[in-house]
């Protein structure tokens, strides 16, 4: 609770015109007074979350004769004749700064008027450097007293609706710069997504495996069904695409030798925007030389669960309100008896793609006519009536091969593949193989793709040479693994939306008329 409420600049409601010429014109005053309003530095010597931490026991009225330095942004101002009061915001929290005419006159003698110029030259939203001591004010409020301050950057547009929050989602992320201004618990989210990725370079660390970089730029996109974005280089004079996978050039890096490799990267499909899908995405691909699927559940659970106990510091996590518990060891289940659960179809004993797809309509599957085998029919129906319910984190085994391009063969169940995704809140957050290394055998998989791809699918892709030659040079047993960055931080963070994992989420440009805010109220 701050010593005054918070009292408003103005009365009227100004155009953002109006206010931005007003603060123009304090510039100039700054100019014309000897003071930079964009200094060029600041040296601090605490933030606000370890000044309120260090001082949290100090008594109202007491005052610790230690001098500290701060920086930030004003969030409110309270003014009153020779005592004024401003809510500073740093990176970690607030702090008041409790300002009397006074001492700022003493502190600051070699500016004359210094406490008043502050006063009528500083708004909210501006940048301020303090220096001063710790004080609990009276009314029990931590406080720095400040002896000198610094305008460091003038503000020239202000903060939304005060400081009530930036509440136009749309506007939100836009202007995320806005956003993580007045919602400290935006800033949290992307300091957690922070911590999450270096969780998981460190444990993989750990583990023995090296990151390596592949590229953005490709001449033949793969590694997944999904429509690229194309570019063109004009010196080369040729078609590229933005990669959609790395799977394929880090699988020749294990051709090349190394046993373990990974790469967390940016992604780029051009599909539709969803709650779950933005076109630029973040992943990571793990591969390892002698392994299989069944390592890379293990190393799925494991990794997932070491980084959730070191960021949140426990497995029972809420998504939505839906309790989650991450607790090892996950469900293990496969697709076929997944289905047969949910829905009681048993596609082991359909032996025409006719009759699966009659028994699927039975139970109310819609979208079936681009289905050519019974393996894509299994896969609709499993998206349809068993996916949104495997809210508890669960491992799905055993996809059909037609849907499945780049997995092994399984070894004891023909027409299936060895892979598995993990799913969690109802959707996908990682998918796995036992890699395909059979040269021959990938080649007519990736042939097929390109069969479909000239038939007019977008999101099939072509043959790429050079990655069956680096095949046909022998790679090792191989266990490969996707985990997807946003869904991951989505889900240890509470967001219902990508866009809220994502700094910067892809929108359409705004339409004049939107973008115009006629009026700003204070």
């Not at 004009?234 to 050039?249: F, K, P, Q, V």
């Not at 931080?489 to 939306?497: I, K």
Request: hydrophobic content about 40%.
């Amino acid at each position: 609770m701050s010593d005054h409420q918070s009292q408003p600049e103005h009365q009227s409601t100004s155009t953002l015109e109006e206010i931005r010429a007003t603060r123009q014109s304090k510039v100039e005053q700054l100019k014309q007074l000897g003071l930079n309003p964009y200094a060029y530095r600041w040296e601090s010597t605490h933030h606000a979350a370890e000044l309120q931490e260090k001082y949290a026991d100090l008594p109202s009225g007491e005052e610790v004769d230690l001098e500290v330095a701060i920086a930030g942004r004003i969030l409110t101002r309270r003014v009153f004749g020779k005592l004024a009061f401003f809510n500073l915001q740093d990176e970690t929290g607030t702090i008041q700064l409790y300002l009397d005419k006074k001492r700022i006159q003493e502190g600051m003698a070699d500016i004359p008027d210094a406490f008043n110029h502050l006063k009528q030259l500083t708004d909210v939203g501006d940048i301020l450097g303090v220096r001063g001591t710790i004080k609990r004010t009276e009314k029990g409020e931590l406080s720095v007293y400040v002896r000198q301050y610094a305008m460091l950057t003038k503000s020239l547009l202000p903060l939304p609706d005060k400081w009530h929050g930036l509440t136009d989602v749309a506007k939100r992320y836009r202007q995320r710069y806005v956003d993580l201004i007045v919602n400290p618990e935006v800033r949290q989210t992307f300091r957690r997504r922070a911590q999450i990725t270096a969780a998981i370079r460190r444990d993989l660390d750990r583990q023995g495996f090296i990151e390596i970089e592949t590229p953005v730029l490709q001449s033949e996109a793969g590694g997944a069904d999904a429509r690229p974005f194309i570019t063109y280089h004009n010196t080369l004079d040729m078609e590229l695409y933005l990669r959609i996978a790395t799977e394929l050039h880090l699988k020749r890096l294990i051709v090349g030798g190394f046993e373990k490799v990974f790469e967390l990267g940016r992604i780029f499909r051009n599909e539709g925007i969803s709650t779950r899908h933005n076109p630029e995405f973040t992943t990571i691909e793990v591969y390892q030389a002698y392994a299989d699927y069944y390592d890379m559940m293990a190393l799925t659970e494991n990794l997932i669960t070491t980084v959730a106990q070191e960021v949140l510091g426990t497995l029972q996590i809420t998504y939505q309100g839906e309790a989650i518990d991450l607790a090892p060891p996950w469900c293990r289940v496969t697709m076929h008896d997944l289905v047969k659960e949910q829905t009681g179809l048993d596609f082991e004993q359909f032996q025409t793609v006719e009759d699966a797809k009659a028994a699927a309509a039975e139970v109310g599957i819609e979208g079936l006519e681009d289905c050519k085998s019974i393996g894509r029919v299994l896969n609709e129906v499993f998206e349809q009536k068993a996916e949104p319910n495997l809210i508890q984190p669960t491992f799905v085994l055993d996809y059909p091969v037609e849907i499945s391009p780049l997995a092994k063969p399984h070894r004891s169940k023909p027409g299936l593949v060895e892979r598995f995704e993990l799913f969690i809140v109802g959707r996908e957050t990682a998918n796995s193989f036992s890699e395909l290394t059979d040269p021959i055998d990938q080649r007519q998989r990736l042939e097929a793709q390109a069969a479909r791809k000239a038939a007019g699918d977008l999101e099939a892709q072509g043959v790429d040479e050079d990655f069956l030659t680096a095949l046909e040079y022998g790679m090792p047993p191989t266990g490969g693994l996707g985990i997807g960055i946003d869904r991951l931080v989505m889900l240890l963070t509470d967001c219902a939306s990508i866009r809220d994992a994502i700094a910067f989420p892809l929108l359409k440009p705004e339409k004049p008329q939107e973008a115009e805010d006629k009026s700003v109220k204070f």
